[in-house]
């Protein structure tokens, strides 16, 4: 009787064991499906083969995609968006070289993150593609004098190969003191401009004499944080500092550029990935 004890009470110990080793103790996080939006499981997954830089700012000013690796003048690394970020400062900007793909860009997506108050002594520069013979870059954006949180105004000037032309949209709100994604993409085969606020389509518009394709010209460096004119010295020959420019004393994160034009569905997934982490 005992005998047949030990052996029932061995063999529940047995399988016990069997049955422990063979089965992991139960996690539901990995039971939980992942985060998708419109298909997107992650940034990455996005036009993957029409990223053409990517900024990421994590205690350098590499650009990922062309490996470049960039210079800061007085600016600094603080807790971004995502990581680390650029902290800038009056008479602070940041400088990359450019990648061929970029100087030579025809429709494009730009996307980028930023917190910094609006403009209180001059126009605040965001990005500028240098044309080192002109009084604006081949590629500026910029936040414009006057804008507030209840009338942002944004400017991007873009080189056609026969003159500058000028994108224009006021009465954006609440693109100040607080993180906000600033996505700007241009249709070449419409001409058209598509500006998104925190992946949402904010306005669709065309620049007064730009028909087609970009077509950049005496390119020189990428700027971050000012217009290509107010670093020291200049990035072009055509004029120096202004009174009335000035820079990006807030933040600047996760700055993407596309040599394509990424649809309303898309922009919106980056904007939401890039706020989980993903």
């Not at 061995?10 to 499906?33: D, R």
């Not at 598509?194 to 077509?215: I, Q």
Request: charged letters at 15%; one cysteine or more.
């Amino acid at each position: 009787m005992k005998n047949t004890y030990f052996k029932v009470m061995l063999s529940v110990f047995v399988t016990g064991c069997i049955l422990t080793s063979c089965y992991k103790e139960f996690n539901p996080k990995s039971y939980a499906p992942p985060f998708t939006i419109s298909g997107f499981s992650s940034v990455k997954q996005i036009k993957s083969a029409n990223l053409v830089g990517y900024w990421a700012f994590e205690g350098s000013y590499i650009d990922s995609v062309s490996k470049t690796v960039g210079t800061g003048v007085g600016t600094t690394f603080v807790n971004g968006f995502k990581g680390k970020a650029i902290q800038g400062a009056l008479n602070a900007y940041a400088l990359s070289d450019a990648s061929s793909e970029i100087s030579n860009l025809k429709s494009f997506t730009l996307s980028e993150w930023v917190n910094t108050p609006p403009p209180s002594t001059g126009i605040i520069g965001i990005f500028s593609l240098v044309k080192t013979d002109a009084f604006w870059g081949n590629l500026e954006i910029f936040f414009e004098n006057g804008s507030s949180n209840t009338n942002g105004k944004f400017r991007l000037h873009a080189f056609d190969g026969v003159g500058d032309r000028t994108y224009s949209v006021d009465n954006l709100v609440n693109l100040f003191n607080a993180w906000v994604n600033i996505t700007v993409s241009y249709d070449a085969a419409s001409a058209t401009y598509n500006l998104y606020v925190n992946g949402a389509l904010a306005n669709t518009g065309k620049a007064p004499g730009l028909t087609g394709d970009l077509n950049f010209s005496s390119v020189g460096k990428i700027v971050f944080g000012c217009v290509q004119f107010q670093t020291t010295p200049s990035q072009t020959s055509a004029t120096g500092s202004q009174p009335w420019a000035s820079f990006l004393t807030g933040n600047l994160d996760e700055v993407r550029v596309y040599n394509a034009v990424l649809t309303p569905t898309e922009v919106n997934a980056l904007v939401i990935l890039q706020g989980k982490g993903k």
